[in-house]
């Protein structure tokens, strides 16, 4: 079951990789450029996790839940980039004070950071994103960029992350009450080939024209 998690290391490596060769589409972006990073870090925080727990056999919590609030912070950031209505801007600001708070009060007081995985922060953080992204679209409905959507990379970067974040929740809420480590992690996985294959699509089909 070990060599189970090696997926995911291969799968961030498959979009890091297919995202270099397609850089041209995106560097005239900072935001995007800054996504490629991003999944270069998750590809480093799956190996690190990997090393110190399947081959040490030590406690990892703390790589992947230092990684879950990165995660949660990086898109709430993107995304208050990204829209320029000023009610959503603040609403996206407004998620930030919550989750920075809420995350500050539970390791403090409620979870072991380096002994358990966060699954209450991990809920609210994912909850806090599908709302941002879904204002994201609302944005998008309302511009001429609808017109071209599948050439942005903006879009395929929100579908992904949409449709992760919508199936992950009930599957982590239902999680806290079950034995689930299974199922949990055959879920987890086709979670995340489906954010991964939107990623890599992007990186193929889009247009350097509207990745600005």
Not at 135 to 161: A, P
Not at 178 to 198: E, H, K, Q
């Amino acid at each position: 079951m070990k060599y189970f998690f090696l997926i995911y290391p291969l799968l961030y490596l498959t979009i890091l990789t297919i995202g270099i060769l397609n850089y041209s589409k995106i560097r005239n972006s900072f935001y995007l450029k800054l996504f490629l990073i991003f999944i270069g870090y998750s590809l480093l925080t799956e190996i690190l996790g990997y090393v110190v727990g399947a081959i040490f056999n030590t406690i990892n919590y703390h790589i992947y839940n230092t990684w879950s609030i990165v995660n949660h912070f990086f898109y709430l950031f993107f995304f208050l980039a990204l829209l320029k209505g000023t009610l959503k801007r603040n609403i996206i600001k407004f998620s930030i004070v919550i989750y920075t708070v809420f995350t500050f009060v539970d390791i403090a007081f409620f979870s072991d950071f380096f002994n358990q995985f966060l699954a209450t922060n991990d809920i609210v953080g994912s909850f806090l994103i599908v709302i941002v992204v879904i204002m994201y679209f609302l944005e998008l409905l309302q511009s001429d960029v609808i017109l071209n959507l599948t050439k942005s990379m903006f879009f395929w970067i929100s579908l992904g992350i949409l449709l992760f974040n919508i199936g992950f929740i009930p599957v982590d809420v239902i999680a806290e009450f079950i034995s689930y480590s299974g199922i949990f992690r055959v879920i987890t996985l086709i979670l995340n080939l489906i954010m991964a294959g939107c990623f890599i699509t992007g990186f193929l089909i889009s247009r350097k024209e509207y990745n600005i």
